[in-house]
């Protein structure tokens, strides 16, 4: 196997939902340079909150303006440029991008791609490239009846969710282009290419359209992820011509082509750079947390909570989703993906602990464990798993032990005390992620939990996280590992390439693991056997209150 050449750099971006996010990882995969672009502080005209526009006229619509990704790529290129990275020693870069979310280029864009002016930023030359100027993305749920039209048209639910990996949930891009089609059909037929916002991104630094990757595309209801083809009949199902938008599937660890001139002209790239294909966003974490062993699961605290495991054999069904694994040729990676995470830890930590992380922890650590039975359910938004509307939930349990469930009931109630309140909304978070866990087939308890995102610096969340899996929790060094996974990833397509074929991804860091940034160390010891016994009993409970909840309320 080739080696990575003495000297090079490998570059990784993540342009989530809050925040485009760069990375830089030397050839012995440590980082050497970081920076962000935060949209809503750094890039304030464009008037998002938490990087989106909430559309108060069409329930559960949810946006985000196509063009600050673009200025945001500006202005991280710039501070980077300023702070001395040499461009020139990058030999290759990828990215992560927000999964589900879509971005329409005119009729005629690709032209635009391939001539742009390297004397002008890339903002003035994108202004008119877009026949829809604001990208739904993946906290919109304004696709309910599109969703089951879909399911419908395919021979139901479980057959979308064996051909394609889920089942129709509205934030995918599959539904979305359907609700694009039937109520804009002018803007639809105006389109010519339509991308993930990972293969937006990959687009413009190839300067030319890159393809949608296997792992990414699988959370589109339109792609067969067992053949790694578009489904006909999903696209059937869909929208008509949709095949000739999308453009061809690629594996994400294959090459799009060189960088264009546009960034060896404006920022001194080597001409011999390499675009390696982008992939979503918990694809790349799973490269970052370097997930390799069925008995691991990665659990992200970010925006949305997600939790990641592999698989050889996946089962899709009616809950979770299956993707092609990004960095393995064969395997799958399994996921469940909560809307609510820590938007909505901060809601509660906001209204409780007077905004503050410090009192929340403390309120945490004064309440034990089971919070005395008290239960809440807690959506600020719109939740995908359940699929519950907004609303806040509850309950005690009554003649509560954690031995068994026998003469126990719950009590609905207005309110919690603040410290009660906290309790309950992580305890409802990580409780919840167990019981659907079990219920999709991942291994519970996990060998061990590697956490990653925003909110796993925080060691109290850690704990509770070790207490109600009863497993240890793991921690990466560096908490952004969809940005630290795109870099990690620029890296093993530089050697698939430079091999001419594919290279299992251990192969580039088995023999310096603990000497990386990839390395994680113990953050939270499992707690009790008895413990985590006990927090399984109160999860059957949620489980029952849960499935009464989503059938009084659910949207499905």
């Keep these: 196997m080739a080696a990575l050449p003495p000297g090079s750099l490998f570059l990784g971006f993540d342009s989530s939902t809050q925040s485009l996010k760069a990375t830089v990882l030397d050839c012995n995969l440590n980082v050497i340079q970081l920076d962000q672009i935060h949209f809503d502080s750094d890039l304030p005209h464009y008037k998002t909150k938490d990087g989106v526009y909430r559309d108060p006229s069409d329930s559960g619509r949810i946006v985000s303006p196509t063009l600050m990704w673009i200025e945001a790529l500006d202005l991280v290129l710039q501070r980077l440029s300023k702070s001395g990275l040499d461009f020139g020693k990058v030999a290759a870069l990828s990215g992560s991008g927000q999964q589900h979310g879509s971005v329409y280029w005119k009729n005629g864009s690709s032209s635009l791609l391939s001539s742009l002016d390297s004397n002008k930023p890339l903002l003035d030359q994108f202004r008119n490239a877009f026949s829809i100027s604001e990208s739904p ?55 010519e290419r339509i991308s993930l916002v990972s293969s937006f991104m990959a687009s413009i630094f190839a300067g030319k359209y890159a393809s949608i990757d296997h792992a990414d595309g699988a959370g589109m209801n339109l792609m067969d992820i067992e053949k790694k083809t578009w489904s006909k009949v999903a696209l059937e199902a869909t929208a008509p011509g949709l095949e000739e938008k999308l453009g061809a599937l690629a594996p994400a660890y294959a090459v799009v082509g060189p960088i264009a ?9 080597s001409k011999d750079c390499l675009v390696v294909h982008w992939s979503g966003d918990n694809p790349n974490s799973l490269a970052g947390l370097t997930l390799s062993v069925p008995g691991d699961l990665g659990i992200s605290l970010g925006t949305s909570d997600t939790v990641i495991g592999i698989s050889s054999d996946p089962k899709p069904g009616l809950e979770g989703h299956v993707f092609p694994n990004p960095v393995d040729t064969k395997g799958y990676m399994v996921m469940l993906c909560y809307k609510n995470g820590s938007l909505t830890r901060e809601e509660v930590r906001n209204s409780c602990a007077q905004s503050s992380w410090e009192t929340f922890n403390k309120l945490l650590e004064q309440t034990p464990p ?18 519950l509307p907004i609303g806040f939930h509850r309950y005690i349990l009554q003649n509560f032990n954690g031995a068994s469930l026998e003469g126990v009931s719950e009590q609905e109630v207005k309110e919690f005390d603040p410290p009660s309140e906290v309790r309950a909304i992580v305890e409802g978070q990580f409780l919840s992620m167990r019981g659907h866990a079990e219920r999709f087939g991942m291994p519970v308890p996990p060998k061990r939990i590697i956490a990653t995102g925003g909110a796993s610096t925080n060691q109290s969340l850690l704990k509770s996280i070790a207490s109600v899996f009863g497993c240890g929790v793991y921690t990466v060094q560096r908490p952004d590992s969809a940005s630290l996974g795109a870099a990690l990833r620029a890296a093993h397509g530089w050697i698939c390439n430079k091999n001419g074929s594919f290279v299992p991804i251990a192969n580039l860091y088995s023999d310096k693991l603990e000497k990386s940034s990839l390395s994680c160390k113990l953050s939270a010891s499992a707690g009790s056997d008895e413990v985590a016994s006990k927090y399984g009993v109160m999860m059957k409970k949620r489980m029952e209150i849960e499935k009464r909840l989503v059938e009084k309320l659910g949207r499905h």
């Design 137 to 191: 993305i993946w906290m919109d749920s304004s696709t309910t009846a599109q969703c089951r039209e879909i399911e419908q048209a395919v021979g139901g639910a479980i057959e979308l969710a064996r051909i394609t990996g889920s089942r129709g949930y509205e934030r995918f891009t599959g539904p979305q282009i359907k609700k694009i089609f039937q109520k804009q059909p002018d803007v639809y037929n105006s389109t």
């Design 261 to 269: 001139s546009y960034f060896v002209e404006r920022y001194k790239f």
């Design 370 to 387: 089971l919070n005395g039975g008290k239960l809440g359910f807690y959506y600020k938004d719109h939740e995908i798993l359940p699929p």
